[in-house]
């Protein structure tokens, strides 16, 4: 078994290799009508236009091209799920998604597209993670977390490598936090390359996983998370993403999912670009805070997916 | 009276020194789900990005730059008001725009926001230019045309400037066709760089004024040109944005509002970019050829503005 230790920078620039051609180097953009909006330069890095719309494909690439197996297993019920699909694909691995048993019909079918056998089990992130090992063992597979490896935090952290590179001066980032991947591998580069810079997270109010995490000094694991962000809503962060955390991020916002909702609605209208509800939850500390001082004069919106079903959006743009 | 020639490659080089930091340059990403989709490489560029959500400001911000009087005058329902009204903000003039007397309101409040005096006049795209021809007189204002001005065709000329200089190789590229400034001064820079990339235009099949003039020979004036894509209908191309077309323009392909509508969704689902009818018209031709082969394997879309208002956004996601 591989060591657990985190990423380096040296790390995550190799990574930032290893992806070179399949992840994309996403636009960093500013929004003007954003900055105008909130009296600051808000910038965007778009995410949600990876190739499997999300940036999982980062740590996904970068895990399975280490990984000696012919043969992947993942749990997911979506942006994981089709990232590992994808890179098992390029990569000419087979591949296993254990999804649960009410998964969205449109993200099994991006899975399939890309030759993932998918095994429907459980309703819970628990059962299928278990579900998952099992497969795994049985097969001879490796097994790919989403987010508890040094690998896919390495993967994940190049997108705060490119914002460094992508940005010459800015106060502040602010990136949605599920497992806490993204942000953990991200911070690791930011904070090495720019100390100054804030680095923030953004979780719904009810999945506050890092947050009750930071106040508590250790992960904790919530009884009964739920948003509309269903990308951000694993019981907890992992000892490993929690270490980066603890070190490198300066506070973790809560956000409704109201002010999702309104911030995906917000990103539509005013930068024309299409976030999911997990990827727009960064957004949404913008619209939650009346005091917007902490984020200072330029701050980075990292908007970490766009793969939102047009029925979903449909519905919510008629509830207006 | 200026010199009415077409703008130079060094015209348009100039522009694009005048608009620095005023427009943006806007991304050029390829849309791997939209490559796959089509057999070939689609790469978009987002004109969608710019400050005020269309390419519009590219010629505005060039022209009203140069203009000597302190006050400037337009006839626009829409994207170029918008852009002059913005423009005239930055460069401390007065600024007026026509407008029709059913115009958008959300329109109408942006063009306000930027300062611009607004004069509701009729209904027709001719009364409107009447109408701000006769109150630039009156005011001692300059008049500034949405194409037919050399200083416009070289603002938009730096659209396809950036395209060159963001891109090695491509084979081709389509733009939307309205009164023909964004591809007359795009092409004339694409053709100067590399004379073998293919130059198209994509306008509706309601308002064929470039496919009908590339035929006859010369500009022809529609009867009542009609789309759901507002910014592709004015009635005629201009004498002089059609002598850049007549030698630069290698075809202009007519779309049916069906295929624009099923191009702004594609545009939501595969790409996460929000464009409206007039800047996904770009990309229904790729919907409605069932030959693509001229476009080559690698084709840049010019989304050109994105935009739409949420309740039209709302309207179509629901008639699925």
């Given at each position: 078994m591989e060591a657990r230790h985190l990423p380096t920078i040296q790390d995550i620039t190799s990574a930032s290799k290893t992806i070179f051609g399949v992840a994309c180097v996403t636009p960093l953009v500013e929004a003007p009508a954003l900055s105008r909006r909130f009296g600051r330069q808000v910038f965007l890095k778009l995410e949600c236009f990876q190739p499997t719309g999300a940036f999982k494909i980062r740590g996904a690439y970068n895990k399975i091209s280490k990984v000696m197996e012919s043969?992947?297993?993942?749990?997911?019920?979506?942006?994981?799920?089709?990232?590992?699909?994808?890179?098992?694909?390029?990569?000419?691995?087979k591949c296993t998604i254990v999804v649960p048993e009410n998964a969205v019909e449109e993200k099994i079918r991006r899975m399939e597209d890309f030759g993932a056998e998918i095994v429907k089990f459980g309703k819970y992130s628990d059962e299928r993670g278990t579900k998952a090992k099992k497969l795994a063992k049985e097969y001879g597979a490796a097994l790919v977390h989403p987010y508890d490896d040094p690998d896919i935090i390495a993967g994940q952290g190049t997108c705060g490598l490119e914002i460094v590179s992508q940005l010459k001066e800015f106060d502040s980032v602010i990136f949605p936090v599920g497992g806490g991947g993204l942000i953990s591998g991200s911070s690791i580069a930011i904070k090495t390359k720019k100390p100054d810079v804030k680095v923030f997270g953004a979780e719904p109010e009810g999945a506050p996983k890092l947050h009750e995490a930071l106040r508590a000094g250790h992960p904790?694991?919530?009884?009964?998370?739920?948003?509309?962000?269903?990308?951000?809503?694993?019981?907890?962060?992992?000892?490993?993403?929690?270490?980066?955390?603890?070190?490198?991020?300066?506070?973790?916002?809560?956000?409704?999912?109201?002010?999702?909702?309104?911030?995906?609605?917000?990103?539509?209208?005013?930068?024309h670009v299409l976030a999911e509800p997990s990827g727009a939850a960064s957004l949404a500390v913008l619209l939650s805070t009346h005091d917007l001082s902490a984020l200072g004069e330029r701050v980075v919106i990292v908007v970490s997916g766009g793969n939102i079903s047009l029925s979903l959006l449909s519905q919510l743009l008629s509830n207006r």
């Open positions: 043969h992947v297993v993942a749990a997911s019920s979506g942006n994981h799920g089709i990232a590992v699909a994808y890179s098992s694909h390029l990569l000419g691995k904790i694991t919530l009884e009964s998370p739920k948003s509309i962000a269903d990308g951000l809503i694993p019981n907890s962060v992992s000892e490993l993403t929690f270490e980066a955390v603890k070190k490198h991020v300066d506070e973790s916002f809560t956000v409704s999912d109201n002010h999702i909702l309104a911030a995906v609605k917000l990103l539509l209208k005013d930068a």
